[in-house]
């Protein structure tokens, strides 16, 4: 793999290549913590419960861009690992709640940290100014992506979504993670 490179001054093209060449960094060091024994699919199921508590069936299925039937089945291997839970809403009790179980944020916050040890060992090797730079960037990124991702906004040119002027201080995000914003 090639690392992109770009300019001091770089456009949102530049920008989207290094971004994307950093992505598929990331993949390569993450798949050294195995995800074993959830798969790919089965964890952004994972993650989308983690983020979003009590959702139903129909809201995931959605959230997977799949369909109630495949994430069913998907769900179903994962309630036999012990990952996730059913619950009938008090409300409906037509409405099953789909959750994760104590099993399931135990596995997600033993990989996170097995994925976190990987990249501590690529940043303990950048320079204190570049690992600072990198945070601002990536605090940057993090607020307008989760902006753009919760207000639904499209189109690859939107200004929409910006949420700080340019140039303005960056306010920290909390509770954004990157593997999280499904």
Not at 24 to 53: F, K, M, N, Y
Not at 56 to 73: F, K, V, Y
Not at 82 to 90: A, L, M
Not at 103 to 113: E, K, N, P, S, V
Request: proline share 6%; charged share 25%; hydrophobic share 40%.
């Amino acid at each position: 793999m090639t690392v992109t490179s770009f300019d001091r001054r770089p456009e949102p093209d530049g920008i989207a290549r290094v971004t994307s060449t950093a992505a598929e960094l990331l993949e390569v060091l993450w798949g050294r913590a195995s995800t074993a024994p959830a798969s790919a699919s089965q964890l952004r199921l994972l993650h989308i419960l983690e983020h979003h508590d009590g959702i139903n069936m129909r809201t995931l299925a959605a959230s997977l861009a799949s369909t109630p039937p495949a994430t069913s089945r998907l769900f179903d291997r994962l309630q036999a690992a012990g990952f996730v839970e059913r619950e009938h809403s008090p409300e409906d009790r037509r409405e099953v709640r789909l959750r994760l179980s104590g099993r399931g944020r135990a596995f997600l916050t033993d990989l996170r940290g097995r994925r976190e040890a990987e990249l501590r060992a690529v940043l303990d090797l950048m320079p204190r100014t570049k690992r600072t730079a990198l945070a601002e960037g990536l605090q940057a990124f993090c607020a307008v992506a989760a902006a753009r991702i919760h207000d639904g906004t499209q189109g690859s040119d939107s200004k929409s979504a910006r949420t700080t002027p340019p140039g303005a201080a960056v306010p920290p995000v909390t509770g954004v993670r990157a593997t999280g914003l499904l």
